[in-house]
T-cell receptor, first 113, second 114 residues
Framework: DGGITQSPKYLFRKEGQNVTLSCEQNLNHDAMYWYRQDPGQGLRLIYYSQIVNDFQKGDIAEGYSVSREKKESFPLTVTSAQKNPTAFYLC????????????FGSGTRLTVV | DQQVKQNSPSLSVQEGRISILNCDYTNSMFDYFLWYKKYPAEGPTFLISISSIKDKNEDGRFTVFLNKSAKHLSLHIVPSQPGDSAVYFCAASARGGSQGNLIFGKGTKLSVKP
């Protein structure tokens, strides 16, 4: 079955540590995205990538980094520079144009203590 | 500044009645609109979409209406079922999606009471 997989489902990290969230898709989608969800804030775009080896900052990229070395993978690193990293992180992919809609992963809940 | 607004954070309806979720947008370049449904601790799932060349799109119990002059769209669910209880996000894209990403509203939490 084709889909998009985020791992782990829950992640705990100490303050000041970098952490990498995994996102893998086998849908052969060109574009991939990272969103963050906070209560009352909806979905806010962190980074997106439309092709391999290329990515763009979204609305809230500060404190985050990404890489897109393979079409299937788009890992997100939450660095110690991110002021409020505790949130629910969602990865998504699309064929190309956003008009086709996104397929979302099931999310990773990151808690920094 | 929010380009996609869902002004009602929550909505409660009785099972069997109609649910109407509203969404307003400010960017006149938006030409494609989507609704997503999200359960807690899960990723959103696509529900229904509409192009700006239409004013209505229907899929089973779900109908989306678009009023371009008012920059307003709404999602109607008839009849509402308890399983419809979730957060609903409105999303928009511009120039055929070439902008590269969807702009989401903050969501409306729908509760359908048995």
């Amino acid at each position: 079955d084709g889909g998009i997989t985020q791992s782990p489902k829950y992640l705990f990290r100490k303050e000041g540590q970098n952490v990498t969230l995994s996102c893998e898709q086998n849908l052969n989608h060109d574009a991939m995205y990272w969103y963050r969800q906070d209560p009352g804030q909806g979905l806010r775009l962190i980074y997106y990538s439309q092709i391999v080896n290329d990515f763009q900052k979204g609305d809230i990229a500060e404190g985050y980094s990404v890489s897109r070395e393979k079409k299937e993978s788009f890992p997100l690193t939450v660095t110690s520079a991110q002021k409020n990293p505790t949130a629910f992180y969602l990865c998504a992919s699309s064929i190309g144009s956003a008009n086709y809609g996104y397929t979302f992963g099931s999310g990773t809940r990151l808690t920094v203590v | 500044d929010q380009q996609v607004k869902q002004n009602s954070p929550s909505l409660s309806v009785q099972e069997g009645r109609i649910s109407i979720l509203n969404c307003d947008y400010t960017n006149s370049m938006f030409d494609y609109f989507l609704w997503y449904k999200k359960y807690p601790a899960e990723g959103p799932t696509f529900l229904i979409s509409i192009s700006s060349i239409k004013d209505k799109n229907e899929d089973g119990r779900f109908t989306v209406f678009l009023n371009k002059s008012a920059k307003h769209l709404s999602l109607h669910i008839v009849p509402s079922q308890p399983g419809d209880s979730a957060v609903y996000f409105c999303a928009a894209s511009a120039r055929g999606g070439s902008q590269g990403n969807l702009i989401f509203g903050k969501g409306t939490k729908l509760s359908v009471k048995p």
